[in-house]
């Protein structure tokens, strides 16, 4: 990696962080105005979000599973082993479902549209698409920002309801708890701030996914190489800042629901 | 051969364009990129229905030119009026407008590869939502007159890269252009297959008369292309009888970013300049 003065360095990232707001807002304000492209939302949904239901229902589950293993162990200690079901749906819910569907949906999409979109920039076929009197933007970045924002929210509820029901096997099947008393505790367990703090952080990492794999893919330069750079990047950024938005997001709600 | 093609005059040429004004001016434009200047103080003229080639050394700029012309990238100093219009003080959203008047062969033909042959050429009537039947039957004109007809179905990954290449021309005139950029049409191809795409651009120039910038590193195909005709009565290329010269094209030398020779066929065959004189030999 060369290096540059602390000046260039600052301008280059001054520059990459105009270019990425000017990305998120077009990108953003682009639905509002025609030409809108309908099939590439549709084609974006199933392949971002019927093409992430199986790793996000694996991870969901097994998080779950593991979650009611570990937490039963510390609770047996305070004689309070029937409150796994609490545990596992605040934790779930809250933390891990979004937390953890964000993570894998950006390794697998993040990437692919960062691969995806930077493999079309090495080969002209960006240029030719503005060529052809195409807004690339539209075509190619809007679609994949709502398609991401809207699957992942459901991508999350199935993650958290299959992170619950992993919890309730190795409850009842490991722990000899009863499932409805499970049931009824995960229940009681949550609030109404509890599920808005849930559901409001997957609209942060779909935003997330989708407008920095976009934006690593549309910077893309230096052939076959700079894709694989590209997507490096785009899934190490993007992970990143759902993590850092999380918290953000998690203090936020913390100050307005007051848990 | 599809004769529709030739009959069916650019549906948005604008006859004021025509003759009167020229179609791309190209006004003392500089641009740089990181430290290095790549073309300087460019000025040139393309009139209508003029094939103008651009040639000269591999990284002379050449491609950055075509670029600018299309408004694909803006230069540091200069103006460039393509049909009459500025488009380096163009916002992005009206040069979408202006490009639907201008057709583009990109180097490597740069098709989408997700989409299949007739997908590509019929993306831009998409995009106009030109109603299906229209688009068919004007994909399939498109593709006749590269001879590709049979290639309809295939994917770009499943041509060569003459049929690519064709399959690019293709996409570039099925809306019917006022314009057309080649952008080494023929770079990377064997020499059987250059002619045959020489062959194409020769008769897109002589059936519609489109006005064309093109870019060529191979000396034998800008001569073939100044040299030769197309015969709509026999459907063939042939040489321009008593070694004539096409009065529409002309050509334009670029050496490290800056014009050496802006001129017609026998201004450039006969030029004194010691390099241009070693280049074209």
């Known amino acids: 990696m060369p290096f540059v003065s602390p000046e260039v360095f600052a301008k280059q990232k001054i520059a990459a962080v105009q270019d990425y707001a000017v990305l998120c807002w077009h990108a953003i304000v682009n639905i509002f105005s025609g030409p809108r492209y309908w099939a590439d939302i549709f084609t974006q949904m199933d392949s971002i979000g019927v093409g992430s239901t199986p790793i996000v229902v694996l991870t969901g589950f097994f ?29 779930m819910v809250k933390e891990l479902g979004p937390v953890l569907t964000g993570l894998m949906v950006s390794g697998r999409n993040a990437s692919g549209m960062a691969s995806e979109i930077g493999s079309m920039k090495v080969t002209e076929q960006i240029d030719a698409m503005r060529a052809l009197g195409t807004d690339p933007l539209r075509k190619l970045v809007t679609p994949r920002l709502y398609a991401t924002i809207f699957m992942l929210f459901f991508l999350t509820i199935i993650a958290d ?15 000899g708890l009863n499932a409805s008393s499970y049931f009824n505790n995960s229940y009681r367990a949550l609030v109404y701030g509890d599920v808005v703090q849930g559901l409001t952080k997957p609209l942060f990492s779909g935003f997330i996914i989708a407008t920095v794999g976009c934006y690593f893919g549309m910077k893309t330069k230096g052939g076959t190489q700079g894709v694989g750079k590209s997507t490096t990047q785009a899934v190490v950024v993007s992970s990143v800042f759902i993590i850092i938005v999380d918290f953000i997001v998690s203090r936020a709600m913390i100050g307005i629901f007051g848990r | ?53 651009i040639l000269g050394p591999a990284g002379g700029g050449k491609s950055v030119l075509m670029k600018l012309a299309n408004g694909l990238i803006k230069p540091d100093s200069g103006t460039i009026r393509v049909f009459g219009e500025d488009v380096t003080a163009m916002r992005e959203r009206d040069l979408f407008k202006l490009r639907g008047r201008i057709g583009m062969v990109f180097q490597e033909s740069a098709l989408f590869d997700s989409l299949s042959v007739a997908d590509n050429v019929a993306f831009r009537l998409h995009e106009e939502r030109v109603p299906e039947d229209e688009i068919h039957a004007r994909v399939v004109e498109a593709l006749q007159f590269v001879e590709l007809e049979q290639a309809i179905e295939k994917f770009p990954s499943e041509l060569s890269g003459g049929m690519r290449r064709r399959v690019s021309i293709a996409r570039a005139i099925v809306s019917r252009p006022d314009l057309i950029l080649y952008d080494s049409p023929t770079g990377g191809l064997d020499p059987i297959t250059s002619t045959t795409i020489i062959e194409l651009i020769v008769k897109q120039r002589d059936v519609t008369q489109t006005t064309s910038l093109l870019i060529t590193h191979r000396l034998q195909d800008a001569f073939l292309l100044a040299r030769n005709h197309f015969n709509q009565q026999t459907g063939q290329m042939e040489p321009i009888p008593d070694g004539g010269i096409d009065n529409s ?3 334009l030398v670029l050496n490290e970013g800056r014009i050496v020779f802006d001129g017609t066929t026998r201004e450039l065959i006969g030029t004194e300049d010691p390099w241009l004189k070693e280049y074209i030999t």
Not at chain 2, 10 to 37: C, G, M, W, Y
């Open chain 1, 161 to 175: 309801a299959v992170g619950i029901a992993g919890g309730a096997l190795v409850s009842i099947s490991l722990l």
């Open chain 2, 249 to 251: 094209t002309k050509f």
């Open chain 1, 63 to 91: 998080t779950g599973c593991v979650l009611a293993l570990q937490s039963a162990t510390s609770l047996q200690e305070f004689g309070s082993v029937s409150l796994t079901g609490n545990l596992v749906a605040l934790s």
């Open chain 2, 1 to 53: 051969m599809p004769e529709d093609l030739a009959s069916n005059k650019p549906s948005r040429s604008q006859q004021a364009d025509s003759a009167a004004e020229p179609v791309v001016i190209f006004n003392d434009v500089s641009i740089t990129f990181d430290v290095k200047p790549v073309l300087e103080n460019i000025s040139f003229t393309v009139r209508h229905g003029e094939t103008r080639i």
